[in-house]
């Protein structure tokens, strides 16, 4: 496990990035980029930062970039993004016990109706295959019978999908359709793919601890989509978790978060509406001078 706390800087706070954290990986493949880690691990990465680091809820780091303030020194934040299950389930009760702070940015569709983002159902698939398939996409033949493939595959959809407008919809049904895979690929409740329920959402809120945010209605990549649709990803999503959690958010994160997948026009629509900081998910530090709608964070995958 790397030591995180040695990006705590003086006078400065990084905001941490996770996805889920679980007890146990059932899977060969999947989860091969430790999006989730395992609770051991994510018990140790807090116990690093708690022993040098001041934990802040984003309330105070708002505070501090509005006001000016320089950040006590080695300050850090902890967010999730998505609204995985574990996270209520494993991550929460861990954090609540600590006494530390983190926000829960979450993707109604996926709280809805149990949805699962585009690249957690090739892997869903992949992981799957049991003999030999042949992939063609992005003008590339991809062969798929072992693991090292299976993840090479992966490491290389995740890189082409990311350069062009790609239709995330049709990308899965292609790969579903040269798989032949006849198994169903929404309300996915394995430890991976599993979202929290309103309730849950609800419940986190309650926490003094911990906050809800948003983060789209299908984790679009706002960038690509058009004014009507990037206005509705942001404004719906918002919207239901009024509705259905009964929260008022003020917190939000972009899908992908790296600088081709947000501008000006996303940035307004959610200071249309209350939004007061959204962080990117670029690597870098944050301090009293530091854009709020374009904090810097660290993912925690190692
Ligand atoms: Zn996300």
């Not at 984003?58 to 902890?78: A, G, T, W």
């Not at 209605?217 to 509705?243: G, P, Q, T």
Request: include cysteine; hydrophobic fraction near 35%; charged fraction near 30%.
């Amino acid at each position: 496990m790397k030591n995180y706390s040695k990006y705590l800087k003086k006078k400065g706070n990084v905001i941490f990035l996770f996805h889920g954290v679980i007890d146990r990986n059932p899977f060969k493949i999947r989860n091969y980029t430790k999006k989730h880690l395992l609770k051991k691990e994510f018990i140790k990465v807090l116990n690093d930062l708690k022993k040098k680091g001041n934990c802040m809820s984003l309330d105070q780091v708002y505070d501090n970039i509005k006001n000016k303030k320089n950040f006590k020194d080695y300050s850090y934040s902890i967010t999730f993004d998505d609204g995985f299950y574990n996270n209520y389930k494993i991550a929460a009760p861990i954090l609540k016990k600590k006494k530390l702070h983190a926000t829960f940015y979450v993707t109604t569709s996926f709280i809805q109706k149990n949805e699962t983002s585009w690249i957690d159902k090739v892997e869903h698939m992949i992981e799957k295959v049991k003999t030999k398939k042949i992939i063609n996409i992005f003008n590339q033949k991809f062969v798929i019978n072992n693991n090292k493939n299976k993840i090479s595959f992966l490491n290389s959809i995740r890189y082409l999908a990311k350069k062009d407008k790609t239709d995330f919809n049709k990308l899965v049904s292609n790969i579903k359709k040269q798989l032949g895979f006849n198994y169903k690929l929404n309300d996915l409740n394995n430890i991976l793919d599993k979202k929290m329920n309103w309730n849950q959402v609800r419940k986190l809120n309650q926490c003094k601890y911990l906050t809800i945010g948003g983060h789209t209605v299908n984790h679009s990549i706002l960038s690509f989509l058009n004014d009507r649709d990037a206005k509705k990803e942001i404004y719906n999503s918002i919207k239901a978790i009024k509705k259905n959690a009964k929260i008022k958010i003020k917190h939000y994160s972009y899908p992908e978060g790296l600088k081709h997948t947000f501008g000006k026009r996303e940035i307004k629509l959610l200071k249309n509406k209350g939004i007061m900081m959204c962080p990117s998910a670029e690597f870098g530090f944050n301090n009293k001078n530091s854009n709020l709608f374009n904090l810097k964070r660290i993912f925690v995958n190692s």
